[in-house]
């Protein structure tokens, strides 16, 4: 039976890390603005959808969207010991370096049965000006086998966090803009994960263009 919600340990360290960490650098650091909570799911599984520009992005989001966000990461951090039971409870699941195998979309499927959100970003990696190009199916694969909705979020301003030749994150101001959810792939035909894929792209890329 799936869950409703993620389990009640890994919400209560997404508080624990949101509240004193990354509430004041979102908020305050980087004059972070939020828009269209109210499309976030309340309950259940669900796929975050978005567009990737700086390394900042995976907390930044997990706090816009009001719900722990369970990311891919590099299988090598898994390897010590302490870190991989902590990030786990955070919930990340471990990837092989440029691969996406079986084994990680059966990692995210756990977590959405669980309860949990599971975020991908859509180009893979970071873009230079944040928006997405070259968006890759996964996302919708993964939601078309565990039947959840993808929600659309765009990151706006932080590709210019991580600046060349800065040792430190630049306050820069970033806004985060949460679409309406977009129901999942009827099948996991290319086609049809194409289809959907290209609307999530749409979608993220206006809400890009609306700016601050």
């Given at each position: 039976m799936s869950r409703s919600r993620e389990p009640f340990i890994s919400l209560a360290l997404y508080h624990a890390f949101k509240q004193p960490l990354i509430n004041p650098f979102f908020y305050l650091y980087l004059q972070g603005k939020v828009a269209g909570t109210e499309h976030i799911p309340k309950s259940g599984g669900f796929v975050v959808v978005s567009n990737h520009g700086?390394?900042?992005?995976?907390?930044?989001?997990?706090?816009?969207?009001?719900?722990?966000?369970?990311?891919?990461a590099k299988e090598e951090l898994f390897e010590v010991p302490v870190l991989k039971n902590a990030i786990k409870l955070y919930g990340a699941y471990p990837v092989k370096r440029g691969a996406v195998d079986r084994t990680t979309i059966k990692a995210a499927l756990a977590y959405l049965d669980q309860g949990w959100g599971v975020g991908i970003f859509l180009s893979g990696t970071r873009t230079p000006d944040g928006k997405v190009v070259d968006p890759k199916p996964g996302a919708a694969l993964i939601a078309a086998k565990a039947q959840v909705p993808?929600?659309?979020?765009?990151?706006?301003?932080?590709?210019?966090?991580?600046?060349?030749?800065?040792?430190?994150?630049?306050?820069?101001?970033?806004?985060?803009?949460?679409g309406e959810l977009i129901s999942p792939p009827t099948s996991t035909k290319r086609s049809e994960l194409d289809r959907v894929t290209?609307?999530?792209?749409?979608?993220?890329?206006a809400l890009h263009d609306l700016g601050r």
């Open positions: 700086s390394n900042f992005d995976p907390p930044l989001l997990s706090a816009a969207v009001l719900r722990p966000v369970a990311y891919m993808l929600l659309p979020v765009c990151l706006w301003g932080t590709h210019l966090i991580e600046q060349k030749g800065k040792k430190y994150p630049q306050s820069t101001p970033v806004t985060v803009r949460i290209d609307l999530c792209t749409t979608k993220i890329n």
